[in-house]
């Protein structure tokens, strides 16, 4: 069946430094790849995502390009400030899951000043 | 901008009794789902709706159940609530049912069972 291995966390950096939560996975099929941020005391938001191979999805400063090769969707950020710091989901959607989303276990990042 | 709102955003009941959570999307979506986040486990699934009346099992229905009367709608039932059913509960809704959709979550209920 599907599932979404995440690295990890928490994952603490200092403001300005660069950010990437590694996130691999399996699936049936060309599924579609979501990253999901959950800020504290909030429900999740989609931040990116990316519908086929190669294909980068980016938002708010965050990138990541769906990797079919290494069935990999890491999440990267040149510079993060402390307003990113939450929780974050690396998830996916394939035919062969029912159209279900599977997500990973989720990735909190601390940033401090 | 899509709203998706939760009854409660914590919750307190004791071993046995009957739980209701309700959900309702602002926006005409036709698909619902009720997932339950741990943590260690990511979000999981517990039930969803694709329309009116219909309802699907996700990957851990048991000891729960589901009513979706109206399309806004989609309540998650616990019929007798056990302490292992203390956690976070997130309700989500989509308009299509392709692979590229994206749900949207609501802000969640915390459910402690004493």
């Known amino acids: 069946g599907d599932s979404v291995t995440q690295m990890e966390g928490p994952v603490t950096l200092s403001e300005e430094a660069f950010l990437t939560i590694n996130c691999t996975y399996t699936a049936t099929g060309y599924p579609s790849l979501f990253w999901y941020v959950q800020y504290p005391g909030e429900g999740l938001q989609l931040l990116l995502k990316?519908?086929?191979?190669?294909d980068k999805g980016s938002n708010k400063g965050f990138e990541a390009t769906y990797r079919k090769e290494t069935t990999s969707f890491h999440l990267e950020k040149g510079s993060v400030q402390v307003s990113d710091s939450a929780v974050y989901f690396c998830a996916l959607r394939s035919g062969g899951g029912g159209n279900k989303l599977t997500f990973g276990t989720g990735t909190q990042l601390k940033v401090e000043l | 901008d899509v709203k998706v709102t939760q009854s409660s955003r914590y919750l307190v009941k004791r071993t046995g009794e009957k739980v209701f959570l309700e959900c309702v999307q602002d926006m005409d979506h036709e698909n619902m789902f009720w997932y339950r986040q741990d943590p260690g486990l990511g979000l999981r699934l517990i039930y969803f709706s694709y329309d009116v009346k219909m309802k699907e099992k996700g990957d851990i229905p048991e000891g729960y159940s589901v009513s979706r009367e109206k399309k806004e709608r989609f309540s998650l039932i616990l019929e007798s609530a056990s302490t292992n059913q203390t956690s976070m509960y997130l309700c989500?809704?989509?308009?299509?049912?392709?692979?590229?959709?994206?749900?949207?979550f609501g802000p969640g209920t915390r459910l402690t069972v004493l």
């Open positions: 989500a809704s989509s308009l299509e049912r392709d692979l590229t959709d994206t749900q949207y």
């Open positions: 990316a519908t086929k191979a190669d």
